[in-house]
């Protein structure tokens, strides 16, 4: 089987926001929504910190899609919208989804968004990789670990994108890929472990 | 579906930045759909140079609706932003009959080309050569990026400090590695930047289990503290040349400087090292045991009352100074942007010499880590004739009353003869939002009778642009074809050839084709094309010239040159002189690694007879005579002084001044990750990234009683701004921070409310003593909230309050 996952090495990332960027640029994220965010361990708002001055820490923690085996959005949309697929992602076929937004309450890592309005794009020019689908008013979505780019073998561009290489981009099922060893020796974790949803997002640091 | 892209085309993100990264433009219908950055070969010795979130929203910069596509004039007062369109003949007459107007009625020192680096990734405005070759103009010296630091390094080791820092590859050698107001991840933010290298640095240590400690001295806690093992160490903005008097106290009284080192290769640390003549108790060692002329010991409890750090704090970094092997020392160049700059910058180098790390393996001069050289100018033209050069601060001052002296920083000249009567600015936007008192400075140019003529030559209509009376608009870089040399601040450095695409441009013009019709109108075409020629010729000059500065800053076949053949890179090994000669077709690029740089002052150390300083003496002049002589002859502004020795001046606006009764609040810019400057910040899709925010310390929010994300109201006499707060202990109690580059938006014939939040509507326009430079951190605040009458002012604006 394949399990195609992101470890983000917690180590690495400095907040810079680039992936976050780079993923509304290459799947056309519309006006107002993201699918990738950064945030910071343990507090509510952008770029916070733990602690009193001036002992303070600040872990970044990017976040989207965990793509879990054991997704909560998947058992609970009604008509099959959200599927996982046979690389082990997390993906939404959105000619079936009917905006209910039942995943978006079944997911404990807030990782969906829905198109409220009609999609806005600010500079009237409709960015985006060409080969991603436009998502129409009223459709749920989400991070699709790139599907159009890992489908052709390319990793995801929040991986490519990274200027301090924090993400590594591979296979889970493949115990010799660099994602499994690194897993595996650095003891990465799951994003909320108990819930039991049982992510290929990986966290290491 | 969409159908697929027309054309993918190799690109610069052609900015001010030391990186100018690879960006892949994806265009479709004429329109940037969507931005790759560097998809080549990857290696953690040869990163790839990727670009970062400014860079991933190009296409919105390049579609934004700030875009000019015709050239105007203007119709309004000057500053309101009221233009109308008209024809590049009628903008071309009317630019070259004004030149022609003021060079004979004022002679050419009255036309100034302000700062401005949009451009720079051009080399020379060609606006600037073509009135080269007829009549010159006004020159400027130093810059707004580190005028302080430039004056204080002449002064202590006789360079401007751009150059001779050692490359943060010599930190593999330190155990520690000391950041004074320095973010490797903030300033460049691209892949093959310091950044990046930074964490390899953290994790070839911990592999090979040696300690990597880093000691971030800064008002802001920022993201280089990580482990356990390094610190932050937060100061009163303008204060580390008082922090580092006690650090310097505590080694000395302790027997832990360098004492030998401070005695042969220093002029005036010591009392017996003085030039003759001087003063008795004018060296620093005097200065900071109290035996100087002010009888204060500059204890760590001193320090401590000034700087807001802890003595314990001051008296623990010395210890670890004195224990580590080899510190690497560095600053940033936020620090010396303050009044008194040059006296941080150079006390914070003398720290590097005092404590011992310096000229040896592992360490650094204290400053920046060090550049290539900028791209010279374009063969042939005319060199300027005028000699006089202006600090590029002082044209406000200028403007104000005219008559500068060289006893005000004027170099070249004793007097200007006239007061400027005519801006060129192209590229820039520091005519206000870049610039200072940014209300003050509108008066200034709003008064026709003062500057008679602006032009503005760019590719957004900023703030500044809002104050030309002939606005042009150019093609951005990345939409042309163009060769940039990109990386000049990284470890990576690239040649690279950027395509042209097709896409609706407007009436934009290249900048040279603007610069030869004006050397046209100006009767001086000849000169002007003269060894640069048009077009592809002048592509071609162009490629030539950035390719030697590429080949003589590269690693030659011992280093890791290699050609990266639009994606399909190959390993080959080739010498730097070869390179020059195989320059890159369109869409294609050269790649190599810098070339090895020594330690900084590595030989001056080993032998200071045989490789002696620029510097009068030859020597590290901690007591500089040419200090002390200009301290005689300067005119200074009211209470400001000079001091020959790097000692802790305190500033007009700074903690404990008396101006700080009413604006108890010092306030910060930094380079924030949301723009390259000005570039960027005013884009809606990086405001949804990477929001602007005053950042208060949760002790002076609940003074000011202020919750997270309140929009808040940032004031002192020179004007006011609407932030949103995000409190933070990342910053320290009493200072507040902005991102720079915030768009200026405010009714100038209003209520002059910033509601853009740019830092610059409230800094002050007193330049510091010594390079007359910039000093925008030396400023006090206070925060209020905002009135019922603002609140529905700003709604009607669109702004959420």
Redesign the interface.
Known sequence: MTRLAIAINL??C?????C???C???N?VP??L?WNRVLTTNCD?????E????N?S?V?TPIACQHCQNAACQRVCPTGATYKDEKGRVEIDYEKCIGCRMCMAACPYNARVFNWQTPVR??????????V??RPKGVAEKCTLCKERTDNGEEPMCV??????ARIFGDLDDPDSEVSRLVRERHGYQMLEDMGTNPSVHYIG | ?????DKTVLQSCGFNCGSRCQLRL?A?DG?????E?D?GPDAPDA?QM????CG??W??WV???HRLDYPLKRVGPRGSGQFQRISWDEALDEIAAQIKRITADFGPEAIFFPYASGILASGQSPLERAIDCYGGHLRLHSDYSSAQLQAGTMALFGDDGYYSGSPLEEAANSDVLVLFGSSM??TR???A?G??YL?QL??QAAAEGRPFKVVSIDPR?T?EV??AQDQ?I?LRPGTDAAFVAAVIHELLIDGLADEELLRSHCVGFFEDTLPPGTPPHSSYSDYVLGRGPDGTEKTCAWAAAITGCPAATIRQFARTLAQAKSAFITQGWGPQRSEYGEQTSRAICLLAVASGHFGRPGTNSGVHEPMRPYTPSLPGGRENPVRAALPAFLWTECLQGGGITQAQGLRGAQQLPFPIKMIVNHGGNCLTNQHAAINATHDLLADESRCEFIVVCDVMLNDSARYGDIVLPELALGERENAVLSGFGDRVSCLRHGESWSHFTGERRDPWSIGRALAERLGVLEAFEEGAGDGDETLAARMASEGQVFAASSADSAGHTGEDDNGKAAASAGRADEDARRLPAPGHEMRALRAPLPCAYGAFRANPTAHPLPTPSGKIEVYSEALARMAQTAQLPDGQVISPIPAYLPAAEGPGSPTAERFPLQLITYHG?QSIHSNFSH????E????H?LQV???DGAANALV??QPVVVENDRGALVARV?L??????GVVALPNGAWHNADMAGSRLDWGGCANTLTSLRPSPIARGNGQNSCLVRLRPLTAEEQAAGRERGYDC
């Not at chain 1, 602690?51 to 001036?54: K, L, N, R, V």
Request: hydrophobic share 35%; charged share 15%; aromatic share 6%.
């Open positions: 180590d690495r400095v907040g810079c926001h680039t976050t960027m780079a509304k640029m290459q056309n006006e107002g993201l708002v952008v770029d916070g910190a602690g009193t001055y001036p303070v600040r970044y600010t500079t009237g020019a409709n960015y985006g990789d060409a080969a689908p436009v490519v994108c990274c200027p301090a290489h | 579906m969409k159908t697929a892209p994806h479709e329109q940037v759909a969507w931005v950055s998809t990163p990727r670009a970062c979130l991933r929203a296409g919105h579609n934004s609706p991840f903030a933010q691209g892949g930047a950044g990046h964490n953290r994790e806690h993201p990580r482990g932050w937060p990750y884009l809606a899709i990086v949804s990234v990477m929001p925010a310390n949760p002790v997270e994300g995000h933070t202990p990342c910053i320290m109690p």
